[in-house]
């Protein structure tokens, strides 16, 4: 059966474990080809993606990431933000590189998640499991070393991408009235909070999304100790943050 795009979407969900099958190469090569066709702004292709298929580096990357599911996967990707490859072409007409600054960053992650979304999507379509990986920032400094990465570039996340070994249920979403605003943006009712709540309880076993939110963006959360070492290492490989200012 042919999947159409939205079934192939519907079907997308996280998957954490896997097979300890190789994907076949022809078939990574059309995943990848669907991330190469990705909207990119203004043709710049602001990403890169490291593909590790090594077991010995995949088992590396994690252990230092602390999540197993990057090991057992056939295959991992990096997506980076790159700005030096745009450098390298500048420099052989012999220009310069402009600051690379928060803007660039932005717009290469935008482009990097566009293009990795692709990939999944494509890779769901041939009947294999993916999962994002934010993780990447836990042990940020390893991966850059271990990738090699050079200046001007930027691990923001990982996509695994394997055979499933399970099948999850698909996890809630926000209502849609909350995730769009019609014509301009309008507040939060006590009602949509608590709806909010309803919908994304069956998130974790006890049924607590608030205890996920918490853990991720309250004061002291994962979110805050991201970005306590976010600017120092974007600083390190040549971004210009002005966050001082
Ligand atoms: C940017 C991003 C980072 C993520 N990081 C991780 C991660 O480090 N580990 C993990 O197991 N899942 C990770 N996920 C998967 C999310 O937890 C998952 O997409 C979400 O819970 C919704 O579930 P679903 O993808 O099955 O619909 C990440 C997803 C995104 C988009």
């Not at 022809?26 to 669907?34: G, H, K, P, S, T």
């Not at 993606?49 to 602390?66: F, S, T």
Request: charged letters at 25%; one cysteine or more.
């Amino acid at each position: 059966m042919v999947m159409t795009c939205s079934d192939t979407i519907k079907e997308r969900r996280s998957i954490r474990r896997y097979k300890p099958e190789k994907i076949p190469l022809e078939d990574i090569y059309e995943i990848m080809e669907a991330a190469r066709r990705a909207p990119t702004d203004a043709a710049l292709h602001l990403w890169t993606a490291v593909w590790v298929r090594d077991p010995q580096a995949k088992k590396k990357l994690a252990e230092a990431i602390g999540q197993r599911h990057i090991e057992e996967a056939s295959d991992f990707f990096v997506y980076i933000a790159d700005l030096y490859r745009l450098e390298r072409l500048l420099a052989y007409r012999g220009d310069t590189l402009g600051d690379v600054d928060l803007a660039l960053l932005v717009f290469a992650a935008i482009d990097a998640g566009i293009a990795a979304e692709n990939m999944a999507l494509a890779a769901v379509e041939k009947g294999y499991g993916t999962c994002f990986i934010g993780g990447v920032q836990n042990a940020v400094e390893q991966v850059i070393q271990q990738l090699r990465l050079p200046r001007h570039t930027y691990p923001l996340f990982g996509l695994t991408i394997g055979v499933p070994a399970e099948d999850p249920p698909p996890r809630p979403r926000l209502p849609l009235h909350m995730l769009f605003h019609s014509e301009q943006y309008h507040n939060y009712t006590v009602l949509d909070l608590y709806e909010a709540y309803q919908e994304m309880a069956p998130i974790t076993r006890r049924g607590d999304y608030y205890r996920l939110l918490r853990r991720y963006v309250a004061k002291g959360g994962y979110f805050e100790e991201r970005n306590s070492e976010m600017p120092e290492v974007l600083e390190k490989m040549g971004f210009l943050l002005n966050l001082k200012h």
